[in-house]
Nanobody, 125 residues
Framework: QVQLVESGGGLVQAGGSLRLSCAAS????????MGWFRQAPRKEREFVTA????????SYADAVKGRFTISRDNAKNTVYLQMNSLKPEDTAVYYC??????????????????WGQGTQVTVSS
């Protein structure tokens, strides 16, 4: 089992940047594929990006390609989400998630086993 704690959210103007972190504890971090999802008010949770256990494979939603970058540091048990050129439509609660099936890079939320509590990102226009 793994516990996940996100940090780094906040209020930023459109065009600005934020870096989210997700610290993991309780199990071997490198055993997991890690993902980021987000949920805006009155909308369904949606996939943002994911990275496999080694960092060698990533996947991005079309809406964030070229603007967001996922990375991980297995020595620090942390996954990061660098968000650049932020837009008001990026406003959401961002969640990190861990998938025990590390051979895949899933874009589907129900395939993830553990979730953090979320961190709010608000982009003002």
């Amino acid at each position: 089992q793994v516990q996940l704690v996100e940090s780094g959210g906040g209020l930023v103007q459109a065009g600005g940047s934020l870096r989210l972190s997700c610290a993991a504890s309780g199990d071997t971090f490198s055993s997991y594929t890690m993902g980021w999802f987000r949920q805006a008010p009155r909308k369904e949770r949606e996939f943002v990006t994911a990275i496999n256990w080694s960092g060698g494979r990533t996947s991005y939603a079309d809406a964030v390609k070229g603007r967001f970058t996922i990375s991980r540091d297995n020595a620090k048990n942390t996954v990061y989400l660098q968000m650049n050129s932020l837009k008001p439509e990026d406003t959401a609660v961002y969640y990190c998630a861990a998938d025990r099936t590390r051979v895949r890079v899933s874009t589907v939320g129900y395939e993830y086993d553990y979730w953090g509590q979320g961190t709010q990102v608000t982009v003002s226009s």
